[in-house]
């Protein structure tokens, strides 16, 4: 399975930012999904995960009430549409996709990840 994240950017504090993340090599309605973000100097953590039909979704508290994850299993996408963006959203990006289980918040059980992508927030 390939994951390849896109859509960072540099944007200004209260913008908005969609990050896509698209998938091949398996069936990708398969895999639950999630996105998790490494701001420099910090470790990686958990910023959203969703399940394999779109139904049920689950955020960290940091993003709660501003950043909405979605999946288009039509296209092999899963997004991040970022609104209210604050200098301390600024991080890489990864997506990443479950074998097993879903909506984890535990980056260790994920098996897949993209490259990433920068997303920074000025102030």
């Known amino acids: 399975v390939q994951l390849q994240a896109s859509g960072g950017g540099l944007v200004q504090a209260g913008d908005s930012l969609r990050l896509s993340c698209a998938v091949s090599?398996?069936?990708?309605?398969?895999?639950?999904m999630g996105w998790f973000r490494r701001a420099p100097g910090k470790e990686r953590e958990f910023v959203a995960a969703?399940?394999?039909?779109?139904?049920?979704?689950t955020y960290a508290d940091s993003v709660k009430g501003r950043f909405i994850i979605s999946r288009d299993n039509a296209k092999d996408r899963v997004y991040l549409q970022m609104n209210s963006l604050k200098p301390e959203d600024t991080a890489v990006y990864y997506c990443?996709?479950?074998?097993?289980?879903?909506?984890?918040?535990?980056?260790?059980?994920?098996?897949?990840w993209g490259q990433g992508t920068l997303v920074t927030v000025s102030s």
């Open positions: 090599g398996r069936t990708f309605s398969n895999y639950c």
């Open positions: 990443g996709a479950l074998r097993y289980g879903c909506l984890l918040a535990d980056g260790r059980q994920y098996d897949y």
């Open positions: 969703i399940n394999w039909s779109g139904t049920a979704t």
